[in-house]
């Protein structure tokens, strides 16, 4: 199976098993917004509790706040997204359908790049050990041509970008030959910005003063609240705010399932610092989040930094953490080092004095900050598509698990009575009695107790508890892992602690 067919099987997995759905899907669904089923749910708030708890419980000079959506339209102007949080697009005039102008130009790239593996993956069949794939791209007529191709477009496009030439961005189109996926013509608009918020009206009086802004991260939310905590809270720099909330984006292009949405979800802590001290925190919040997602064990193989080398004006170091998502390594977090750009701005247009003093050197100044963003969604879907997996049994049978890190599970525990006699349920209901108030659990008596493991193992349940007549005579049930599918008996007043040392968040945030 290619890895676009098999993100397409986990897609419809997590329809199937109640983790996401296709946004008002009895009206055909809307674009670019799912909903979270009743497993996605839990999936995603234990994952929220993970971060929370990581950063708030974990670092003493951390709080939390929970800010609204809506703010003062003024704070958008602060923070530079009125005037650039914009995407160049362009319509196809023929088929109506929008796009992305430099996302048409990267895909174009993408498929060159394909074209030049191809050949290599040819050359390596050809050769076999003898194959030298340096030497190989660096002769080969064929990659050279293709290679040629790449470096002229990539650098009119790299040009374009840097001058924000929107003419040229439909120049390249033009002259590299994209046409529409849906007409399949070069019959294309201008390029123009297009801005990614979502605005709407207040109440209180018509016009444009009145225009409100569905915040397209929480991070501004902080900024404003800076002063308010720092003063009830008595912090101290350096100190954190942290915040999960919603984020509204009208994406052009919104694909990839939850990987990119009009309506999401971001985990965002804003770390505050003396002016000069920045780069010595930049870095230890880099090394903190590489750990947070490690101490998962999703496979350290799995991420990797990507250090940005354009910066935005307001940033003076800035990296992606990237995952290893079924189409490729992508961003899954963004960590910013945001200077005194956001503050300094709520300062100059608020006209309130947003500064810090310090009361051992004396001396007054706006703190820098250090950003650390991750989409709770895009890490839903990082945990989601590492976690499916389709295992061959013996006896030619297979299985779908899902192995989702046992603390991250939507149910902890399944306890199923093997048969529905003999008192076997009224027995597996006291087990229930013994687990319910430390995890979330699900009861289940029907069918066979095959099927039942297979529809826990499809939503990832680390522990299956079966009682069976002789829990009856000497008070053990049989717990089956997840993962190895290997079988042991243990007592009923032993199972707590048993599954607890697996499933339980503290022995994870205990690794951080
Ligand atoms: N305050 C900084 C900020 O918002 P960003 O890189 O635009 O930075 C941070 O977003 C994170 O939010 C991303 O790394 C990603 O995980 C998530 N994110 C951004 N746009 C998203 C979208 N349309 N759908 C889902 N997640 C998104």
Redesign the pocket.
Known sequence: MTQEELFKVLVAHCKEYGFIFPSSEIYDGLA?VYDYGQMGVQLKNNIKTYWWEAMTRLNENIVGIDSCIFMHPKTWVASGHVAAFNDPLIDNKDSKKRYRADVLIEEYLAKIEEKMDKEVAKGKKRFGDSFNEEQFRATNPNILREKQKYDEVHARYKAAEDANDLAEYKQIILDCGIVCPISGTANWTDVRQFNLMFSTQGSNNAGADDKLYLR????QGIFVEYLNVQKTGRMKIPFGIAQIGK?F?N?IV?RQF?????E???M?MEFFVKPGTEMEWFKKWKENRMKWHVALGMGEENYRFHDHEKLAHYANAAT?IEFNFPFGFK????I?SRTDFDLGNHQKLSGKKIQYFDPESGESYVPYCV?T???????TLAVLSHSYCVEQLEGGDSRVVMKIPAPLAPIKVAVLPLVRKDGLPELAQKVVDTLKYDFSYQYDEKDSIGKRYRRQDAIGTPFCVTVDNDSLVDGTVTVRDRDTMTQERVKIEDLRSMIEQRVSLTNLLRKL
């Open positions: 670019a397209p991260e929480t991070a984020a984006r994406e919104a939850i990987f990119r949405m009009k999401f979800e971001q965002e992606d961003e899954l977090e963004g910013h950003e963003s991750i989409g709770v969604d895009r890490m």
